[in-house]
């Protein structure tokens, strides 16, 4: 079946522009992830969704980053006023809730800001 | 909090040498474990997970023991092949957070010479 899907696959933006990134995860999966990869922090977790419930927006490093999920599914990370050390790749993961919870990856989004 | 620390890389091998990457962790509660796999320009791919001590995850040769005592989940390979090379991720979830986010080591690259 079809795995988690990301787009842009790039994205290359000037410093101060919004940007938005969308995942979607894998049919049925209830639970979505948000994290971003770069070289300086590794892989750091920046949200997490689990069906209705309220999202925990705990790893989100400042108020310019937001996200949502609409209808329990497709899921969009907004960046504003976008900041150099913003450049990372943004990875989506999604899991089923209840199943030890193996995350599915998709193949990320790498932004870069000029 | 929850943290993983990995050794550092790169290792270099040749093809069939045996392969010891190092993961220990330090979380709250009884953590499920995860090796995670990013072959070169693909997303991150589960590789292996244990979720109770002494449980022994393996997958495509590769092998590793949930060890509470010594807070470890040490990767293994008996003969490592060219098509290995990628970067390794040491991961944990703890139920404890009550998201089940990944905490994740700082990766460790494989190469894998002929």
């Known amino acids: 079946g079809a795995g988690v899907s990301q787009s842009p696959s790039n994205k290359v933006t000037e410093k101060g522009k919004d940007v938005e990134l969308r995942c979607d995860p894998i049919s049925g999966h209830t639970a979505l992830y948000w994290y971003r990869q770069s070289l300086g922090q590794g892989l750091e977790f920046l949200i997490y969704f689990q069906g209705n419930s309220a999202p925990d927006k705990s790893g989100l490093p400042s108020d310019r980053f937001s996200a949502e999920r609409t209808g329990g599914s497709v899921s969009t990370l907004t960046i504003q006023r976008t900041q150099q050390e913003d450049s990372a790749v943004y990875l989506c993961?999604?899991?089923?809730?209840?199943?030890?919870?193996?995350?599915?990856f998709g193949p990320g989004t790498r932004l870069t800001v000029t | 909090g929850n943290s993983v620390t990995q050794m550092e890389g790169p290792v270099t091998l040749s093809e069939e040498a045996f392969l010891t990457i190092n993961c220990t962790y330090t979380?709250?509660?009884?953590?499920?474990l995860f090796w995670y796999v990013q072959y070169p320009g693909e997303g991150l791919q589960l590789l292996l997970k244990?979720?109770?001590?002494?449980d022994k995850g393996s997958n495509k040769g590769f092998e590793a023991t949930y060890r509470k005592e010594t807070t470890s989940f040490h990767l293994e390979k008996g003969s490592v092949q060219v098509s290995d090379s990628a970067v390794y991720f040491c991961?944990?979830?703890?139920?404890?957070?009550?998201?089940?986010?990944?905490?994740f080591g700082s990766g460790t690259r494989l190469q894998v010479q002929p």
């Open positions: 991961a944990l979830s703890s139920m404890d957070t009550g998201r089940r986010a990944l905490t």
């Open positions: 993961a999604s899991s089923l809730r209840g199943e030890m919870n193996e995350q599915y």
């Open positions: 979380a709250t509660g009884y953590p499920s």
């Open positions: 244990a979720t109770k001590a002494d």
